[in-house]
């Protein structure tokens, strides 16, 4: 029922209705890391349950997206000095298109933990967009493998090196830029990447006292449809803002005062499951009610995780539950109403990749290559306990029955063979 609720909301607020062999996003179609594929696989190893293996060159953390039989991604030389999509068949894990997209001459710093390739594509019908940042953004088409635009000139000092992703709403690519010396969101036209809006943050936020780290963010938005009409929700540092996702209007806002928002917003049940940023250990996660217009600081704020909130990691909602993993462990259950503790565990490694949550499963991967299924419930049940050889540091897709699974060196299609090939 939740899955029905999830596809008509996205219908609405300008997503078309996915087949399930599609991952156009890097949370997949309803943006939130749910899937409705019921018989992904539970067990894996390097020897078991992998359809294939494909080493992917050079180096990027970007989840990959899946459209028909093709599934892309982006990379990076490690000194950030080019920019790559890569195009793999779905089927046979065989190169398609390797396309060197952006020759950077004076690449921007980045964090080490960081890459030069970690904003995640979105792909649709013939077309997949890749985002590299303040590096530049292009369109592809995914037949030929032509560039059909690019732009260089939507650009802000990362410090850190670019994480946000582009998202596709109706007719618009909206990206985010949010760095050290400027903070703004701008819609392009899918078609020929020509602006449409731009919206820039308050700057009356940004006081001389909040410089660096403390102004920057690394937010992908969400749309929901709220009150009848849909919003892009935008979770950058210091406030979350609502907007009308068209024109860029800004509706509504919380403000935190916490920068280098990570974690992507989920929703349901009438709320938003804001992540604030923060460094880790400091990141707070807030419950705010939909709806309202202006500042709603002190009246829609529901209730606030203080302690081992996510950072990089996106939760999950499933139910009346709510699933999220600090990026040193902590797994935890809140009740979505209260944010009352239902459980938590405390799991080896440190984790960054999103959660994925399928029909009676959750798949939470840590920076190792391990990944732990769950049942969603009031107790915590193991399934199963998989590793591969390398870190998983980007998110899982879908396809089908497959998981694809990307680790630092390779990417993975994970499918039992009794489940047959999509």
């Known amino acids: ?30 943006a939130d890391g749910h899937t409705a594929s019921a018989a992904l ?63 950077v001459e004076n690449p921007q710093r980045i ?68 760095g050290t010396d400027k903070q703004y969101s701008v819609a392009l036209n899918k078609t020929n990447g020509e602006t449409v809006w731009t919206y820039n943050r308050p700057p009356e936020l940004y006081t001389p006292d909040l410089q660096g780290v403390y102004v920057k963010s690394y937010q992908t938005p969400v749309f929901a449809a709220i009150g009848g009409q849909a919003q892009m929700i935008s979770n950058g540092a210091l406030m979350v803002t609502g907007h009308e996702p068209r024109t860029g209007k800004e509706l509504w806002r919380v403000r935190y005062r916490d920068d280098s928002t990570i974690s992507r917003i989920v929703y349901g049940n009438g709320l938003l499951f804001v992540n604030t940023g923060g460094s880790p250990g400091a990141t707070q996660l807030w419950a705010i009610r939909e709806g309202g217009v202006g500042d709603v600081t002190d009246t829609h704020v529901v209730w606030k995780l203080t302690e081992d909130a996510p950072h990089q990691s996106s939760p999950a909602l499933v139910d009346d539950l709510l699933y999220m993993v600090s990026d040193l462990g902590v797994l935890m259950c809140l009740e979505a ?57 980007a998110s899982p897709a879908v396809t089908g029955n497959a998981l694809v699974l990307r680790t630092k060196t390779h990417l993975y299609r994970i499918e039992e063979a009794k489940s047959g090939r999509s």
């Open 337 to 393: 109403a209260t944010g009352n503790r239902v459980w938590s565990q405390n799991m080896d490694g440190k984790f960054g990749a999103s959660l994925l949550a399928a029909p009676g499963r959750i798949y939470v991967s840590n920076m190792k290559g391990t990944t732990t299924v769950i049942a969603p419930g009031r107790e915590y049940r193991e399934l199963a306990v998989n590793q591969l050889d390398d870190g998983l540091w």
């Open 41 to 103: 696989p539970l067990h894996w190893s390097e020897s078991e349950n992998v359809v294939w293996k494909t080493a992917i060159h050079d180096h990027g953390f970007s989840t990959p997206v899946v459209w028909g039989k093709q599934v892309w991604l982006t990379t990076a030389k490690e000194d950030g000095t080019a920019l790559y999509a890569v195009g793999i068949d779905s089927e046979t894990g065989k190169a398609i298109h390797d396309i060197e997209v952006f020759i």
């Open 1 to 30: 029922m939740r899955l029905c609720v999830l596809i008509f909301v996205a219908a609405f607020c300008g997503h078309p209705v996915y087949a399930q062999g599609e991952w156009p996003d890097w949370r997949g179609p309803t």
């Open 111 to 178: 964090n080490p933990n960081n890459t030069f390739a970690t904003p995640s594509p979105c792909i649709e019908e013939g077309r997949v967009y890749v985002h590299f940042g303040t590096a530049g953004t292009a369109c592809i088409d995914t037949a030929s493998g032509e560039v059909l635009w690019r732009r260089t000139d939507l650009n802000c000092d990362h410090m850190q090196g670019p994480a946000s992703s582009p998202a596709l709403f109706e007719d618009l690519l909206i990206l985010h830029l949010e």
